[in-house]
């Protein structure tokens, strides 16, 4: 022992693989995890095998084909694939990671893809059906109920499902989708987590099989299901007792609003281990809310999203009940007012990690200050569509380096003295969305730069007044920035490409004071940048995309100028470049 205490002491990389992978372990809990694995691996070649070891994630796009067989080699504890950026034959791509062994592998993402892969799922679930528990498909551009069979069938071990969102559901294939789901129900025994949102067909009788079969279901998310009513939604909830997560809502906006009834409350107020309760567009009274709280479930997610019927009193009551909420979503809540706010902070609110207050028209920056006060672990707050300013009754607000995320979205009122104060509180943002704050300018963006050091994305789409974001300001870790329907010209992005040297996305769709040349500077100093939208600026010549894919072979994503020719032989050409073309 004392031998390897002096060895340790003789240089700093001589410890033992566990002390290293402890110390990485420790990294890789923060958000930029990957950033630093990928500094770490080039020091030596046990840094390099320590960090391929916790490596336990990979995205596969078109660029990545011909290095699967050394990335799979390199990689070995892999426990899941992400293939929601991939364009191209799915299905081939199924049959050759078919072809390798993976021990670890616990989760598949086909999101966004245009179907669901039939032929390629069946090859790879030969050969790891036996190991994914976890299959995400949401946003797929067209589903079927065959779909669904083929799930069932590759992936019998299933706990968790995301099949939300599909673009498409057509009307004539309602019955095959009502028998998929209802043969799910039955199969998948070990299914503990479901999200159906947005799939229309789905009505009280499937609800009522699906909570009856899945013995072990424990959260289920039925959001924009217009179909279900009150009553049937009461039945299936009494055949589930043990859900710890529910999220429901009806289709569209359109349609009435849910009212609950006293046997859907006694329902829900039965789930005893309620850990998350979503509700959107439903008729809340008071009195569900207080039920609710006379059982004090240990909530920590609560969202009330367009919600009609209560008032701050039954808030109150549950809220004094739920003390260890971690989330809280509140959105269109018209009676809430600062005092309010300030009161459910002081009291209930110690361990909020984010808030949402969008569209509570009477809050104000001092709703913002003292959420900043009371709330030590808030790290994200959404108030978009409100009156938040900054006068000097809230000068005695404390810095607070916790919050990594705001949006004030929709500030019409917004100024640039009032996010100058803003950010000089709130220093350490990594997330900035000021999307329609149609008052702010160069002027206070330039302030935000210059104090936001950290900040990773910055959100100023339809700021009609920003045609620049100032010259004194560094932020290297900037990675996203929309600058979508602003002013900005060339001289703006040739600062914005000397400035911001980490971007990865850039967005400037119809910015119509841009050419070729402040696009070159970009693509030419941001040297990892993956995805650029020139959609809709008419100054920029379609000659220019063929010079942007060679210069920065980063570049994964184009979408086009309008006079593009964007044919098949042209996005074929790109995609074998490894940049999806658009338009």
């Known amino acids: 022992m004392k031998r390897q205490r002096n060895s ?121 059906s036996s190991s994914i528990t976890t299959l995400i498909c949401s946003r797929i551009k067209i589903l079927y109920g065959s ?24 009307m004539h294939d309602y019955n095959n989708l009502l028998n998929g789901i209802e043969t799910l129900s039955v199969s998948l025994v070990k299914l503990r987590k479901i999200n159906l949102s947005s799939h229309p067909y789905i009505n009280d009788q499937l609800l009522y099989h699906l909570f009856k079969n899945c013995k072990h279901l424990k959260e289920a998310i039925m959001l924009s299901s217009y179909q279900l ?38 329902s829900l107020v039965g789930f005893k281990g309620l850990t998350c309760l979503h509700l959107w567009r439903w008729h809340v009274p008071d009195n ?59 009291f209930f609110l110690a361990h909020l990690v984010s808030i949402d207050l969008s569209s509570c028209v009477m809050l104000t ?9 009371n709330c030590p672990s808030l790290a ?60 702010i300018s160069e002027e206070g963006i330039g302030q935000i730069l210059s104090r936001c050091c950290n900040i990773r994305e910055l959100n100023l789409a339809d700021c009609p007044n920003v045609k620049s974001l100032g010259i004194n300001f560094e932020v290297p870790k900037l990675e996203v920035l929309n600058l979508t329907m602003t002013i900005v010209d060339d001289e703006a992005l040739c600062v914005i490409s000397k400035r911001c040297p980490g971007l990865l996305q850039l967005l400037l769709t119809n910015c119509k004071n841009i050419t070729d040349n402040g696009v070159m500077q970009v693509v030419k100093n ?8 020139l959609q809709l600026c008419h100054q920029v010549h379609a000659k220019v995309i063929d010079s942007m894919v060679f210069l920065r072979p980063s570049l994964r994503k184009i979408t086009a100028p309008p006079d593009f020719p964007l044919s098949d032989k042209y996005r074929k050409h790109f995609l074998r470049h490894g940049c999806l073309l658009e338009h």
């Not at 994630?57 to 426990?79: A, D, G, H, N, V």
């Not at 009494?238 to 809502?249: A, G, H, I, K, V």
Request: charged share 15%; aromatic share 8%.
């Open 8 to 128: 340790c002491s003789e240089s700093n990389l001589d410890l033992a693989d566990d002390c290293w992978e402890l110390v990485f372990r420790f990294l890789n809990e923060d958000e930029d995890c990957h950033r630093h694995l990928k500094s770490l691996s080039v020091v030596s070649k046990q840094l390099l095998s320590i960090t391929n070891r916790l490596r336990f994630s990979l995205k596969i796009c078109y660029q990545t084909l011909p290095f699967l067989p050394r990335l799979f080699q390199r990689f070995t504890e892999l426990t899941s694939l992400d293939l929601t950026c991939f364009h191209g034959d799915l299905n081939a791509l199924l049959y050759q990671i078919s072809c390798f062994r993976f021990n670890h592998l616990t989760s598949l993402n086909l999101s966004n893809q245009p179907t669901i892969p039939a032929d390629g799922l069946r090859a790879f679930s030969q050969s790891s």
């Open 147 to 170: 779909d669904l069979h083929v799930i069932v069938d590759c992936f019998p071990l299933l706990e968790e499902l995301d099949l939300s969102h599909p673009s498409t559901i057509q």
């Open 229 to 266: 009513t009150v009553g049937g939604i009461t039945s299936a909830l009494s055949q589930r007792p043990t859900l710890t997560s529910l999220s429901l809502s009806p289709f569209s906006s359109y349609i009435d609003k849910l009212s609950v009834t006293s046997h859907f409350i006694d």
């Open 288 to 346: 569900l809310l207080s039920s609710i709280a006379m059982e004090s479930p240990p909530l920590r997610r609560l969202v009330l999203q367009s919600c009609t019927g209560y008032t701050y009193s039954g808030l109150f009551n549950l809220l004094s009940k739920c003390r260890r909420l971690l989330h809280l979503g509140i959105r269109n809540a018209n009676f809430l007012c600062d005092h309010h706010v300030a009161e459910l902070s002081s």
């Open 365 to 373: 920056e001092s709703s913002l200050f003292a959420l900043n006060r």
């Open 380 to 439: 994200k707050i959404i108030m978009e569509f409100s009156h938040v300013l900054y006068s000097n009754s809230s000068m005695d607000s404390v810095v607070n380096p916790q919050l990594k995320y705001l949006s004030l979205a929709n500030n019409f009122c917004l100024e640039n003295h009032n996010i100058i104060m803003l950010v000089s509180i709130f220093s350490n943002l990594h997330l900035l969305d000021l999307s329609a704050c149609i008052s």
């Open 526 to 533: 941001c040297t990892q940048l993956r995805e650029i939208n």
